[in-house]
């Protein structure tokens, strides 16, 4: 069982920016493939960024791309999604996720194994 804990959400006008983090457990999480989705109500939930077993390879969705950046600590178990350069559209629950059985960093939402709680993101025009 792995629990994953986000952490860093809050109110920020646009053009501003946030750091999300996720606290993972487990002693193997130098292994797992790390994801950030978001969600907001009435939606469906939706890929954010991906970053692989060891941080080398990382993947974004283009709505934010040269944005956001996604960035691990394996030593700390932990997950970082930077926000820069804010949108009101970017408002939503932000969710982490931990692909335990494959290391590549991936945007299938099915592929992901747990998840987070989820922390608010609200971004104010």
């Known amino acids: 069982q792995v629990q994953l804990v986000e952490s860093g959400g809050g109110l920020v006008q646009a053009g501003g920016s946030l750091r999300l983090s996720c606290a993972a457990s487990?002693?193997?999480?130098?292994?797992?493939?790390m994801g950030w989705f978001r969600q907001v109500p009435g939606k469906e939930r939706e890929f954010v960024a991906a970053i692989n077993w060891q941080g080398g390879s990382t993947m974004y969705a283009d709505s934010v791309k040269g944005r956001f950046t996604i960035s691990r600590d394996n030593a700390e178990n932990l997950v970082y999604l930077q926000m820069n350069s804010l949108k009101p559209e970017d408002t939503a629950v932000y969710y982490c996720a931990a692909d335990i059985h494959w290391g590549d960093a991936h945007a299938r939402l099915s592929g992901y194994d747990f998840w987070g709680q989820g922390t608010q993101v609200t971004v104010s025009s």
């Open positions: 487990g002693r193997t999480f130098s292994t797992y493939g």
